[in-house]
């Protein structure tokens, strides 16, 4: 008997111990997309669901992450101006020309600005012939960390460089020494785009 009752403990500390060791070596379930996933599934879209909307702590999470891109030297040149109330939001939208119908349904807008002289200069004078062109640079490296952060976030966007600068720039009181590039559209996509042909790498990519 005594035999016995010492077989059916081991027996029930093996399984206990089992489903212990079990549980710890259950896999981290995340609901975020990997990096690839994100690459995959971004796209340029034109149609928005205009009944989803994106407060404004979520932007700031969103442009919070954009400031981890790299700049020339730290300069850190490009700046964010959000449309996302209802009177500025309007106000931007009219200034996007032919896009404005298509980015009709998208509760945000945000333009984007570099300052000029501080990427590719040094002690005020250009390092090499591009000159601004490297606040240019700099300010499509943050903008590319701001598509692919929303689109990790669940969100969908649109670069348009169809806009009226002069406007914008009355609309938001952007200062006379930034760049106006884009305005970008940030929303949720109504419908699943279709997936763009690329070039062969071999057309843009060569190896010595």
């Known amino acids: 008997m005594m035999k016995k009752s010492l077989l059916i403990s081991a027996v029930v500390l093996l399984l206990g111990l089992t489903a212990c060791c079990d549980k710890q070596a259950a896999p981290i379930v995340s ?28 932007v700031r999470e969103l442009l919070a992450a954009v400031q981890e891109a790299p700049s020339w030297a730290n300069q850190q040149p490009t700046k ?20 404005k119908e298509r980015v009709a349904g998208a509760p945000v807008l945000i333009v984007s600005t570099f300052e000029r002289g501080k990427s590719g ?34 969100f969908d966007t649109l670069i348009m460089g169809m806009r009226d600068s002069e406007a914008l720039r009355t609309i938001f009181g952007i200062p006379a020494e930034e760049t106006v590039m884009a305005v970008i559209s940030l ?20 190896f010595f």
């Open 31 to 58: 609901d975020s997309p990997n990096f690839d996933e994100v690459l995959m599934t971004r796209r340029s879209i034109r149609s928005y669901d205009a009944t989803k909307t994106i407060s404004k702590e979520e």
């Open 80 to 99: 964010y101006y959000v449309a996302i109330s209802p009177e500025k939001l309007e106000a931007a939208q009219n200034a996007i020309y032919g896009n």
């Open 121 to 154: 200069f040094f002690r005020g004078e250009a390092t090499n012939e591009i000159g601004d062109g490297w606040g240019a640079y700099d300010n499509g490296l943050s903008n590319c960390y701001l598509i692919l952060k929303a689109r990790a976030m669940g």
């Open 187 to 206: 929303g949720y996509r109504d419908q699943e785009p279709r997936q763009p042909e690329h070039r062969a790498l071999d057309e843009v990519v060569k």
